[in-house]
């Protein structure tokens, strides 16, 4: 899958959902659908980890010096423990 705008991709996998939840669709067209969210949902999960890994958190030390760590989802800014 070529890359795809992250905001699309999650729209794009916000309308086969809710495609998904009506009772409109043959079991092909379900399970067309269900590849291509697969897809969307894997291509947005790389794009939230590229992002992840470009972002860099500001952190003031106790001696007043500043530096830069990669961000780490899930913990709190400068204490590097999960919040």
Do not use: W, Y
């Amino acid at each position: 899958m070529a890359k795809i705008d992250f905001e699309k991709a999650l729209a794009k996998l916000e309308q086969i959902v809710a495609e998904m939840e009506t009772d409109e669709l043959s079991l092909d067209q379900m399970l067309a659908k269900f590849k291509e969210g697969v897809q969307l949902a894997a291509a947005c999960s790389k794009r939230l980890h590229e992002a992840e890994r470009a972002i860099e958190l500001l952190v003031k030390n106790e001696d007043g010096t500043v530096e830069t760590k990669p961000f780490e989802a899930g913990t709190e800014p400068g204490r590097g423990r999960p919040t």
